[in-house]
């Protein structure tokens, strides 16, 4: 399992891009800490229902990408890896995954009512 050089580029590619846009709607030091993350949380929140299909790929893809660096920020040893059927997650010490990109997709369809909260903010509480 783990992932190639290449996809792991993009991944943080998309997450710097994310940091950059968002640091500019948000007006606030945007990073990878648990304020940027709050924050996040609640801008998937207002995209909702805002986003057609192909718009929709492409934030799972940028936020996803972002909130997993934000994990990896937070929990020490914590990597991008692929589970046994290929998704791209976190890997913990311990064994279990965290997969932001499927958080992200899941707040966008059910929202925060729907009792999934974004990977990245359950790590900071």
Do not use: C
């Amino acid at each position: 399992m783990g992932l190639d050089a290449q996809r792991l580029e993009m991944i943080r590619a998309n997450a710097a891009f994310a940091i950059g846009e968002l640091a500019d709607l948000s007006g606030m030091d945007f990073g990878l800490d648990a304020a940027s993350v709050a924050w996040t949380e609640g801008f998937i929140e207002r995209q909702r229902g805002a986003l057609d299909v192909d718009g929709a790929s492409g934030i799972v893809n940028v936020l996803g990408s972002y909130l997993g660096e934000a994990v990896i920020a937070a929990v020490p040893g914590a990597h991008w890896d692929t589970d046994a059927d290929g998704a791209i997650g976190i890997a913990f010490a311990g064994g279990d995954m965290a997969f932001p990109f499927a958080k992200v997709g899941k707040q966008l369809d059910d929202g925060l009512e729907g009792g999934d909260r974004s990977s990245a903010s359950t790590t900071y509480a």
